[in-house]
């Protein structure tokens, strides 16, 4: 079991892999260097969100329908191609928006389409096979081990990237784009190989299939699994909204260059690797929801500080703001995925992990775009872009402390009680359908 759980952590790294250049090193060019507006950057970020409801289709569909033998290998490989294929598209549209908008534009839309697509694909299929090679008891060491894994191919990707776009040059970031690209694939085919096992294909009846409808009513009729959507969606929502914005925040208000911000990520992501093994011995000791608390705690004080220092202009503040938000991110990160994992049922696992990846991608569309929009908007009014970033950093503190509130009415026991009743329910809908 070790060793497929390092390859579920290799298809982990190689996904997270495709995201780090586009979500860090890409932002803050965009913004920074090419003067692209904000808003326009956070738009094309989230759009590879806009694909989230697929995750809960493509679980469902998977649940029932082997293809070619395998439930989750296929979608898998599929959607780390797609997002490979728009890692390397992107540098390209980027440079093209400012010559020609409506070319860079179209070539932008294919290029986060294309990786949106593959990780909406991919996630909820390498999750769902976590969830059913692991079991149960084994579930805590498999998502510690995956997000060590990723978390580290995070800090090594950002500091090789760091190297490779010093000094900046167009040419520069299209090659260093290539090369992580690359060995993200072929990373992530390793951990494919041999990773499922083949079972005959088998077909369903008719009593089988769900209409969207359907799927969306037996994940919102269980008061419990929507109370844990929503609570994922605005907790994920201030965390990985940041993202857009925190390498552009220190180059506006320290003048760091792109090198020195790309370390941010770093700094980021050592802090969230320390937590991540800290929240393993936690959970054992004080429970899931505990660690849960004490990261969403971690994640505020980070943002108040971060708030802080652009408002003091301290760098050193805005680094331990950083530190703060890392460590918060690695005690959610466990102990969430956990919770997540927990709240599943054994026939309707896909089912279930795609909800909880369309909240994740849901979160990242509302909290990139009101990132963008808001920092533009108040940068016009104030006349003043770092109150833009203040006043954004502001908002997702207190959405932090709106899912510290949400947190405390989860209750893992009552969803598995009400899951267990719905299968009558589900029936007489589909029935009545």
């Known amino acids: 079991m070790f060793l497929k759980r390092i390859q579920l952590g290799l298809i982990h790294v190689a996904v997270a892999m495709t995201l780090v250049p586009i979500n860090s090193t890409l932002n803050r060019v965009m913004i920074k260097e090419l003067a692209i507006s904000a808003t326009l950057v956070a738009i094309l970020a989230s759009l590879p969100y806009l694909f989230s409801p697929i995750q809960v289709a493509i679980g469902a569909f998977s649940d029932r329908h082997p293809l070619l033998g395998w439930r989750r290998t296929p979608y898998i490989g599929l959607g780390l191609f797609l997002c490979v294929s728009g890692l390397l598209l992107a540098p390209s549209a980027a440079f093209l928006l400012p010559e020609n908008f409506w070319a860079g534009a179209g070539l932008g839309l294919l290029a986060f389409g294309a990786w949106g697509m593959g990780y909406n694909l991919s996630t909820v299929s390498y999750l769902s096979l976590a969830t059913e090679l692991s079991g149960e008891q084994g579930r805590g060491r498999t998502i510690a081990i995956m997000w060590f894994m990723m978390i580290t191919s995070i800090i090594v990707t950002s500091i090789a990237l760091g190297q490779m776009v010093d000094p ?130 971690g994640a505020l004080a980070g943002f108040l500080l971060i708030m802080l220092s652009g408002i003091i202009v301290s760098q050193s503040v805005f680094y331990s703001g950083v530190i703060f938000l890392g460590i918060g991110t690695g005690l959610a990160t466990v102990s969430n995925l956990s919770l997540m994992l927990d709240m599943t049922t054994p026939e309707k696992v896909g089912l279930f992990i795609g909800a909880w990846g369309m909240s994740n991608a849901v979160s990242r569309l509302a909290g990139t775009i009101l990132g963008g929009a808001v920092r533009d908007v108040v940068t016009q009014l104030a006349q003043n872009p770092l109150m833009g970033y203040i006043l954004v950093f502001g908002i997702e503190a207190g959405m932090v402390a709106l899912s510290l509130l949400l947190l405390q009415r989860i209750d893992v026991g009552a969803f598995r009680r009400q899951a267990q009743q719905s299968p009558l329910v589900e029936r007489a809908a589909i029935a009545a359908d």
């Open 168 to 297: 900046f040059t167009a040419e520069a970031l299209v090659r260093a784009f290539w090369m992580v690209g690359l060995a993200a694939l072929v990373l992530g085919l390793l951990g494919l190989v041999r990773l499922e096992r083949r079972a005959s294909a088998r077909t369903s009846d008719a009593s089988d299939e769900y209409t969207w409808s359907q799927l969306f009513r037996f994940i919102l009729e269980n008061r419990q699994a929507k109370l844990f959507f929503i609570y994922l969606a605005v907790l994920l929502a201030a965390i990985l909204g940041q993202d857009i914005l925190l390498e552009p925040f220190g180059g506006e208000a320290f003048g760091m260059s792109v090198r020195a911000t790309t370390r941010i990520t770093s700094l980021w992501g050592v802090c969230v690797l320390v937590a991540l093994l800290v929240a393993g011995v936690l959970e054992g000791k004080i429970g899931k929801r505990a660690v849960a608390r004490a990261g969403g705690l």
